[in-house]
């Protein structure tokens, strides 16, 4: 496999470089820019990969909020530059793996759990809008111009090196902080939402999973199936950090209408089609934030 990602630089894009590299895959390292037209052809042209996995985006829905214009540049705008540059391959043109989101699924009534591809689309933020147009692009290529698609509908996937805005990776550094002896307080939004977590490691490999294996023009949820609260999510990183706490509400870090109560999909498309299930617990992968913001928070002290 010659893989050339888009994002490469970024959480997931770190995880899935290296996964590809221990899979023995050729992997382009330069950090394509999918808003330069020119900078993505001279990429194909120069690599001529096999599969595009198609990471790059503004992924942080509060931030989609404040700058929706330049969330729907790059992602949705930024992705039909890709699927323009694969069209112009002056070879066999490769594979693209999209990243999109379950935030494209918005809120769903509790008889839709878990959910499943095949439902309508209905985002409820500017992210998730770019997202679905994202897809809606691709899917369009692939009907008029053969393009080879695959879409990875990825749910919430957390792990060490995940930015702090995100909540996970949030509390385990404000646990951190604490336990180096900062102040107590830990600061918090919704607690009452529920997430179908995923660890990146088990995500990126459902992408390779589904550049090999996944069927051309079709979407694929990337899950586990089943929820936890945030609430659950903080109660078990606490018992991990085995500190005292006192948990305080931050409005700001709310999204009022924007917030969706619960996602959970159903994962058996991906498992019937390549074979993929998760195998990092939940609880591994929040021992292991921890721990990782822990030695950041005590390479701090030093």
Known sequence: MRALVTGAGGFVGRYLTAALRSDGADVFDSHVD?????????????????????LAAQAF??????????????????????????????????RIVFASSAEVYGSRDAAEFPLAETLDLRPRNPYAASKAAAEAILLG??????????????????????????????????????????????????????????????????????????????????CSGGAVTIRDVLRELIGIARVPVEVRDDPERKRGGAEIPLLVGSPAKLRARTGWEPKIPLVQSLRDIFEARRRDAASVRL
């Open 61 to 94: 829905v509060p931030e989609s909020l404040r700058t929706p214009l330049e969330t729907y540049e790059t992602n949705a705008l930024g992705t039909a530059r890709v699927a323009q540059a694969v069209r112009g391959c002056s070879r066999a043109a490769p």
């Open 141 to 222: 290529e692939a009907r008029s111009f053969g393009t080879d698609v695959v879409v990875a509908r990825a749910f919430n996937h957390i792990g060490p090196g995940q930015d702090e805005r995100f909540v996970v990776a949030s509390f385990a550094a404000q646990l951190a902080r604490i336990a180096a002896g900062g102040p107590p307080q830990l600061w918090v939004g919704n607690l009452e939402a529920a997430r179908d977590f995923l660890d990146v490691r088990d995500v990126v490999a459902a992408y390779i999973a589904l550049a090999r294996d996944g069927e051309r023009g079709e979407i694929y949820n990337v």
């Open 34 to 54: 999918v808003n330069d037209a020119r900078a993505l052809r001279a990429a194909l042209d120069a690599f001529h990969p096999t599969v595009i996995f198609h």
